[in-house]
């Protein structure tokens, strides 16, 4: 008699696989292809890389168009293809070798922020943590002759990740794989939820989660992006429900995993606002300075005590100056930073990036202000706008756009009606083209080509649908 169920499940599942025929197959062609990308993939090997994620975003694409009431199905999908990464060492990035030192220098008693990888291996302590000489070489030197830039609920999830059983690269490899797809089921949760809320297709949720960048980038190659990402969709979702005080000691949490919500708070402002006085028929509205100063407030004093246990005049000096360098040094697959970074070049003839990383900051400070000021943000579908919108901006003038950076406004977008994040997401792999020659020099007709595909369908959708009256529809 026990064997009755589990038959009647495996004919269930038969019939039903007979049934999607072509759901079946992509979803076995998919799970094969990331376990190439996570165990046979060099990033070097450029055809290879763009030929699987291509094929991979195919297959995304079309399961979700063709199951989009089968959240079940999805989901399990989404849990699967992150578990085909479990054993993999990152391949695409080597940021995971930081994230490790970090973490077993901090199990080690000693603050994260006050020294060098190189420092320690100048002082000669290899007896330190396991694999400490194989860490430091891993990282690459430049990551190792700067200090740390990652917050401290970061610090605490490296040295956790530590703790992982095993003293191997690998097992602590796991233990961050687990901490981020742990964050992506939350991130699927909540967000669904905030979906449903909304009144929007809840199916949404899976072009995010089951995006092959979300999986390679942040399962894959171990960016917390993921991490920073739950902590902002829960927070937001705890706004949506009137829990403002629980949603700004979250929110304080996705700061203090990766600095840039720090880009959201301005806007914020109109949220706080009340509804009472009518004045010939009409609604005036006023902010409410009070809630709006304890959001702030609650805000700034959880990042503060998390941030508390590291605070010295060193910690100070150090972080401050390794946040300056990504402004003021670094430059990757940027847009309009190239540009004038051109333009500087044919009047000076040398590089301006020390004046025009300083400035560039500014000029979207403004931008962010503006749509904090001009939007009417009291509404939560317009409030989501302005968080991608301001977002966007933000990546369009950065010196620096890593691709893990775009995971932030493809989540957001799955809330809006903008479809230029998902496009983007898949378009930014050919950024990783810029490996493919030994000196890892990008070529900026490819850098070219990313951006006019972006700005094309962004132009496209913010300024010239509206105007013409088109209205953008959800996917």
């Known amino acids: 008699m026990p064997l009755q169920p589990l038959t009647q499940t495996v004919m269930l599942n038969t019939i039903w696989l007979k049934q999607h025929k072509l759901t079946s ?36 694409y079309k399961l979700v168009q063709s199951n989009k009431n089968n959240f079940k199905l999805l989901v399990a999908l989404a849990i699967i293809s992150r578990l085909v990464f479990l054993l993999a060492i990152p391949n695409l990035s080597q940021d995971f070798y930081r994230f490790i030192w970090d973490g077993q220098v901090l199990l080690n008693g000693l603050n994260p922020y006050l020294t060098t990888p190189d420092y320690h291996i100048s002082q000669g302590t290899l007896s330190l943590f396991p694999n400490m000489e194989m860490l430091h070489q891993g990282m690459g030197a430049l990551n190792s002759s700067h200090f740390t830039n990652y917050p401290p609920v970061n610090q605490v999830l490296f040295a956790l990740a530590n703790l992982f059983p095993g003293t191997s690269i690998l097992s602590t490899v796991i233990g961050l794989r687990m901490v981020i797809i742990l ?28 995006n092959p960048f979300i999986l390679i980038e942040l399962t894959g190659n171990l960016h917390f992006e993921g991490v920073m990402l739950f902590f902002l969709i829960l927070s937001l979702y705890l706004l949506n429900t009137g829990k403002w005080k629980s949603a700004a000691v ?6 203090s995993t990766k600095l840039v ?34 959001f702030y407030a609650i805000i700034g004093i959880t990042t503060l005590l998390l941030f508390a246990p590291f605070f010295s005049t060193t910690f100070i000096t150090n ?19 190239y540009i004038v970074r051109a333009i500087g070049y044919s009047i000076t003839g040398y590089n301006e990036i020390a004046i025009i990383g300083k400035a560039l900051p500014i000029l979207v400070f403004i931008i962010i202000w503006c749509l904090a000021l001009t939007r009417k943000n009291q509404d939560f579908k317009t409030l989501l706008i302005s968080l991608l919108l301001a977002f966007t901006c933000y990546l369009f003038f950065s010196t620096t756009v890593h691709p893990w950076y775009v995971a932030t406004i493809l989540l ?7 479809k ?19 000196n890892n020099t990008e070529n900026l007709w490819i850098i ?28």
Not at 187 to 204: I, N, T
Not at 319 to 337: D, I, M, P, Q, R
Not at 412 to 418: D, K, M, R
């Open 412 to 418: 957001i977008s799955i809330f809006t009606n903008y």
């Open 25 to 60: 197959l992509l979803i076995v062609l998919s799970v094969f292809v990331y376990a190439v990308f996570a165990y046979d993939m060099v990033r070097t090997d450029h055809l290879k890389l763009v030929l699987l994620y291509t094929t991979l975003f195919a297959c995304f």
């Open 319 to 337: 972080y401050s100056k390794t946040v300056g360098l990504w402004f003021g040094n670094f430059e990757f697959n940027a847009s309009f930073y």
């Open 261 to 294: 919500p720090l880009l959201f708070l301005p806007l914020f402002v109109k949220w706080f606002t009340n509804n009472k006085t009518v004045i010939v028929g009409k609604t005036k509205q006023s902010i409410n300075f009070k809630k709006l100063i304890s």
């Open 250 to 255: 979250v929110f304080a949490l996705s700061i």
């Open 183 to 210: 964050a992506d089921i939350g991130a699927m949760y909540f967000g669904a939820k905030l979906l449903k809320r909304l009144q929007l297709p809840v199916y949404k949720i899976f072009w995010y989660v089951l």
């Open 448 to 475: 070219g080509l990313e951006y006019l595909v972006v700005f094309s369908v962004f132009v496209w959708e913010v300024f010239l649908k509206r105007k013409s009256g088109i209205k953008v529809s959800g996917m």
């Open 420 to 438: 230029f994040p998902l496009v983007w997401s898949f378009i930014i792999i050919i950024s990783y083209l810029a490996y493919a020659n030994a």
